[in-house]
């Protein structure tokens, strides 16, 4: 019986084609193929770099969100998908680019080092190849080190509604105004020349912005962040948290420097293993924010992922023969062995099922592109109401469903018996300084109602984080401004409560009438 892996005596000898008889590329017909994509896809140079770059500005072009002269963010971290949007966007910046591309980018590098084990030298020598690189490309770029979390404020965990785009005719419009502007006589050339303009005019040349270089981590935050991956129990957990403080620091910097868009190299492979490890964690309901184009969960600051369509053999395969620089620096998860987490597991699954399979993660891939952002009872992408404070997905999960494991939990926690406060604790907040309680009301009698502050946060996490925060023993080495969103939402929710019976509510024929 045939199975997989079986050895028959060798592979059988292949004979070389006959003169006058080589494989052609399947596009132009005439040039000798240098890559194989899939099977009897063969592409010479010129035909790949034509399909690499169709495939970016198709992604862009077709969903039409970045508007010209918008201030747009690329986050690049070093490594080969990100690497090869960075030079996708230098090159539709160019002169020479058939159809240029017309926002202003900038480019932020976190560096990770303190939470993957580097040395301070070998984090300095890091940092010296990401400034050539860097000042090779010529954006302005902003360095931030991770232990800049423990100085965020709380604000960067708030939602900020987004100002409407308006429909396809505005976008057209934009264009055109645009295009005026850059054929306006002199007259016009002092907007262009504008900070946020003059990049679109050279954006090969030097920075048109001044850099944010790394401020040189203090010994205090260095241990403070160590010793909160250090009291994290599974390395799963690890890559979670990583990835909520880096997309905490990112939004904190655009909105610093009024960027409204965030470009993340995300490759079609790398959002297949992403969508079933999301369904692993119980993300099952924000699939559509983690995996699809855009990302609207932060309002004012739109996520979007331009090289969605590309595998990583593409990416390798263009980095390789157009010579795009990167950074190798070791991940948290650098000689992890398989089942260390349940990101390297299922990424092991996933490009071993891609070997024996080729279409499996096209077919995961086009399964997410049919995931739709509309929860229940509401048609608006992005609906008002209470957000994760780690994540800020919608919370858009019946809690009064007992059915599910989070209206399971949900109910746990509202079944706690909640002890009555004091009578001075209507006129006096429970969280006002010179009490001396730090992170104030869950140290005793407060607005929350109860004495365990775990579980004040926790009821204010998504399903997915509260699995997480499990692996988290104590919540003291989480960053203040965590811990400060979180005593705020729970001295409105306190307040809110406490002017309840004070409301007045329309009656049930009123309600009808205003609706019809």
């Known amino acids: 019986m045939c199975q997989v892996g079986e050895d028959y005596g060798g592979a059988p000898s292949v004979r070389p084609p006959p003169p006058g008889c080589e494989p052609k590329c399947v596009k132009c017909k005439e040039g000798l193929p240098v890559v194989v994509i899939r099977v009897g896809d063969a592409f010479c140079r010129n035909c790949f770099k034509a399909f690499y770059v169709h495939k970016f500005r198709a992604m862009l072009g077709k969903n039409r969100l970045i508007f010209p002269g918008e201030k747009v963010l690329l986050a690049w971290s070093g490594g080969p998908s990100s690497s090869s949007m960075v030079w996708q966007v230098l090159e539709g910046l160019s002169r020479d680019s058939a159809k240029r591309l017309r926002f202003v980018p900038g480019v932020i590098y976190i560096d990770e080092g303190a939470v993957c084990?580097?040395?301070?030298?070998?984090?300095?020598?890091?940092?010296?190849?990401?400034?050539?690189i860097l000042q090779t490309v010529g954006f302005p770029w902003h360095i931030i080190a991770l232990e800049e979390v423990f100085s965020l404020p709380p604000s960067v965990l708030r939602y900020f509604a987004q100002e409407p785009t308006g429909t396809e005719g505005a976008y057209k419009a934009a264009v055109d105004s645009f295009l005026q502007q850059q054929h306006a006589p002199a007259r016009g050339e002092e907007q262009l020349s504008e900070p946020g303009t003059q990049g679109l005019q050279t954006p090969a040349g030097p920075p048109t912005a001044a850099q944010t270089e790394a401020r040189p981590p203090t010994a205090a935050q260095t241990e403070a962040l160590s010793r909160l991956f250090d009291s994290v129990k599974t390395l799963t957990a690890k890559e979670e948290l990583l990835q909520t403080l880096r997309t905490h620091l990112i939004l904190h910097v655009a909105r610093t420097h009024s960027y409204s868009k965030v470009m993340t190299g995300d490759s079609c492979t790398r959002l297949a293993i992403k969508l079933m490890t999301s369904l692993a964690l119980g993300r099952g309901a924000f699939l559509a924010w983690d995996t699809g184009f855009s990302d609207e969960r932060h309002g004012d600051v739109v996520v979007v992922r331009p090289m969605r369509d590309h595998t990583l053999k593409e990416v390798a395969f263009y980095n390789r023969l157009f010579g795009v620089p990167s950074v190798f620096t070791p991940a948290i998860d650098t000689k992890a062995p398989e089942k260390a987490s349940i990101h390297r597991l299922m990424e092991a699954f996933m490009l071993r099922l891609q070997a024996q399979f080729p279409s499996t993660v096209s077919t995961v891939y086009r399964t997410s592109e049919k995931l739709l952002k509309a929860p229940r009872d509401s048609s608006a992408g992005v609906p008002a109401g209470p957000r994760c404070l780690l994540c800020m997905c919608t919370l858009d999960?019946?809690?009064?469903?007992?059915?599910?494991?989070?209206?399971?939990?949900?109910?746990?926690?509202?079944?706690?018996?909640?002890?009555?406060?004091?009578?001075?604790?209507?006129?006096?907040?429970?969280?006002?300084?010179?009490?001396?309680?730090?992170?104030?009301?869950?140290?005793?009698?407060?607005p929350c109602g109860r004495e365990d502050p775990r579980a004040c946060i926790i009821e204010h996490l998504c399903y997915g984080c509260r699995?997480?925060?499990?692996?988290?023993?104590?919540?003291?080495?989480?960053?203040?401004?965590?811990?400060?969103?979180?005593?705020?939402?729970?001295?409105?929710?306190?307040?809110?409560?406490?002017?309840?019976?004070?409301?007045?509510?329309?009656?049930?024929?009123?309600?009808?009438?205003?609706e019809s």
């Open 397 to 446: 999960i019946d809690t009064a469903d007992s059915a599910t494991a989070f209206g399971a939990q949900t109910s746990h926690l509202s079944q706690t018996p909640a002890p009555t406060p004091p009578a001075t604790a209507l006129t006096t907040p429970c969280c006002s300084a010179g009490e001396g309680r730090p992170q104030g009301c869950c140290q005793g009698a407060g």
């Open 467 to 514: 699995v997480n925060i499990k692996d988290l023993p104590s919540l003291d080495p989480l960053p203040p401004y965590i811990l400060a969103e979180a005593e705020l939402r729970r001295q409105r929710a306190w307040v809110a409560q406490e002017i309840q019976e004070y409301l007045i509510e329309d009656s049930d024929e009123e309600a009808h009438t205003g």
């Open 117 to 132: 084990g580097q040395s301070p030298e070998d984090r300095a020598q890091t940092l010296v190849e990401v400034k050539l």
